[in-house]
């Protein structure tokens, strides 16, 4: 191991690593419990994380920060991806019920909890700024991808126009946009606001991580290993191997290349479970393949950072 991989597992991994621990601990120890967990949650979704976004972009400079290239890569590759995925879920996964989750989890990262705590800590502002437009853009594609795979396959359907009302009133969406003109015409916030948003900012990933470590459900696991393991594989190593060559023969090599690595890398969205339950799907197989990318995620992650590092590529 390089000696800038070791430095990146201590400090990228480990602090993502221990909080998610402490998470489950914190839980099991009876000093959080689910209402906790349900309403930091929301907290970070609705006004922390919103507020991150927006200070880290305002802030960065607009030709770091939107990176047209990146964008495009995100969107091109993921789409690409999916419909290979879906190829391949469809003749491998009989059981119809088990299709739509398996596909979603292979491929819908938790890039605005995990994926941005690597960036962030790897990268700093510049990193989180460029981040968190790529982490916008493709968040809309993610949920629009999802909503169709498993309305194609489970009993229950979603409409795509009430899941396009969801994107447009998404705070982080609404927080990326707003956002934007600030880092482009440059201009300043209050004094008194900015130190504001910048509280809301620095509680967003410990809180986070902490509530998503409490969350993974590792007693409720589902039977169908065959099902995990194609989901898990495809979200932590097919997904991003994929991503990354895509990002790399369209030229992007030091901090772009490592983002799209760092985000798509990351393990399955916990919003994946609660839209496989509300659409009345295999919920357990949902959890499970959450709980196991998680745990799978962190190594692949210092392995793949590794690699590309020896590579001069980062």
Same mark, same amino acid.
């Given at each position: 191991?390089?000696?800038?991989?070791?430095?990146?597992?201590?400090?990228?991994?480990?602090?993502?690593?221990?909080?998610?621990?402490?998470?489950?601990?914190?839980?099991?120890?009876?000093?959080?419990?689910?209402?906790?967990?349900?309403?930091?949650?929301?907290?970070?979704?609705?006004?922390?994380?919103?507020?991150?976004?927006?200070?880290?972009?305002?802030?960065?400079?607009?030709?770091?920060?939107?990176?047209?290239?990146?964008?495009?890569?995100?969107?091109?590759?993921?789409?690409?991806?999916?419909?290979?995925?879906?190829?391949?879920?469809?003749?491998?996964?009989?059981?119809?019920?088990?299709?739509?989750?398996?596909?979603?989890?292979?491929?819908?990262?938790?890039?605005?909890?995990?994926?941005?705590?690597?960036?962030?800590?790897?990268?700093?502002?510049?990193?989180?700024?460029?981040?968190?437009?790529?982490?916008?853009?493709?968040?809309?594609?993610?949920?629009?991808?999802?909503?169709?795979?498993?309305?194609?396959?489970?009993?229950?359907?979603?409409?795509?126009?009430?899941? =396009?009302?969801?994107? &447009?009133?998404? !705070? *982080?969406? /609404? +927080?990326?946009?707003?956002? @934007?003109?600030?880092?482009?015409?440059?201009?300043?916030?209050?004094?008194?606001?900015?130190?504001?948003?910048?509280?809301?900012?620095?509680?967003?990933?410990?809180?986070?991580?902490?509530?998503?470590?409490?969350?993974?459900?590792?007693?409720?696991?589902?039977?169908?290993?065959?099902?995990?393991?194609?989901?898990?594989?495809?979200?932590?190593?097919?997904?991003?191997?994929?991503?990354?060559?895509?990002?790399?023969?369209?030229?992007?090599?030091?901090?772009?290349?490592?983002?799209?690595?760092?985000?798509?890398?990351?393990?399955?969205?916990?919003?994946?479970?609660?839209?496989?339950?509300?659409?009345?799907?295999?919920?357990?197989?949902?959890?499970?393949?959450?709980? =196991?990318?998680?745990? &799978?995620?962190? !190594? *692949?992650? /210092? +392995?793949?950072?590794?690699? @590309?590092?020896?590579?001069?590529?980062?």
């Amino acid at each position: 191991m390089q000696a800038s991989t070791f430095d990146f597992a201590i400090t990228v991994i480990g602090p993502v690593l221990v909080l998610l621990i402490m998470g489950n601990v914190l839980l099991r120890a009876k000093l959080i419990n689910d209402e906790f967990v349900a309403t930091g949650s929301k907290l970070v979704f609705t006004v922390a994380l919103p507020a991150l976004l927006f200070i880290s972009i305002s802030q960065a400079d607009f030709s770091k920060a939107a990176n047209p290239v990146l964008i495009i890569t995100g969107l091109t590759g993921t789409l690409g991806y999916f419909l290979l995925l879906m190829l391949a879920s469809h003749l491998m996964v009989p059981n119809r019920q088990a299709t739509g989750v398996v596909t979603q989890g292979g491929f819908r990262a938790n890039m605005g909890i995990i994926g941005l705590a690597y960036c962030a800590q790897t990268y700093g502002n510049d990193g989180l700024a460029a981040a968190s437009v790529y982490l916008g853009m493709v968040t809309i594609l993610f949920n629009v991808l999802s909503v169709f795979i498993l309305n194609f396959y489970q009993e229950g359907k979603r409409s795509l126009t009430s899941q =396009i009302e969801g994107i &447009l009133k998404n !705070p *982080l969406i /609404i +927080a990326i946009v707003i956002a @934007l003109p600030f880092s482009y015409f440059d201009w300043q916030l209050p004094v008194l606001l900015t130190t504001t948003g910048e509280y809301f900012a620095q509680l967003t990933l410990p809180l986070a991580l902490l509530c998503t470590g409490a969350s993974l459900q590792f007693r409720s696991f589902s039977a169908d290993w065959f099902n995990i393991s194609l989901s898990s594989l495809s979200k932590c190593v097919f997904y991003p191997a994929v991503m990354v060559g895509v990002a790399y023969a369209a030229g992007l090599r030091g901090m772009p290349l490592g983002i799209v690595l760092l985000m798509t890398i990351a393990p399955t969205a916990a919003a994946s479970y609660v839209m496989v339950r509300t659409l009345g799907g295999d919920y357990r197989l949902a959890a499970s393949i959450i709980a =196991i990318t998680t745990v &799978l995620s962190l !190594p *692949l992650t /210092i +392995a793949a950072f590794d690699f @590309l590092s020896g590579q001069g590529l980062l």
